[in-house]
């Protein structure tokens, strides 16, 4: 069954990778590539695990829950930063605005994940806690 969805799947990437390529470039190809993951892999596998008794409905809808909000606050977010940072930094200076761009949008993201999920949080501050100490300690010479 995976084989199957495999060859149907890589056949309609193929044709829509070539049309995206050829008339959208780069972006096109990214937004293909990202379109059929999400979509033709999240179902088709959300539908094997439904099929095979492992899909836990009350995990999916509180994961779900958790990115309708995530997603589009990001999004605002993204754009937020996107225009003001078009404002303080000039045009010409590509590298930087993409620097400080994506390195705010990081910090913002993680920020904002960390502060709504919070089994999340919890993994975080036991990983903290557990590796913490070994890199943030000073080490004092005896």
Request: net charge positive; glycine share 8%; charged share 10%.
């Amino acid at each position: 069954m995976n084989s199957l969805y495999n060859i149907i799947r890589n056949i309609f990437f193929g044709v829509f990778m070539y049309y995206a390529a050829s008339y959208y470039g780069i972006i096109g190809t990214v937004i293909v590539s990202i379109a059929l993951a999400v979509f033709a892999d999240l179902i088709f596998y959300s539908y094997r695990l439904k099929v095979l008794g492992y899909f836990d409905v009350n995990l999916w809808k509180s994961i779900f829950g958790l990115w309708l909000i995530i997603i589009p606050v990001g999004l605002l977010a993204g754009w937020g930063l996107s225009t003001a940072i078009a404002h303080f930094v000039p045009a010409h200076l590509y590298f930087l605005r993409l620097v400080i761009n994506s390195g705010l949008f990081t910090i913002f993201f993680l920020a904002f994940v960390l502060s709504i999920d919070s089994g999340l949080r919890q993994m975080a501050q036991q990983l903290l806690g557990k590796y913490g100490p070994r890199f943030f300690s000073k080490k004092v010479a005896a």
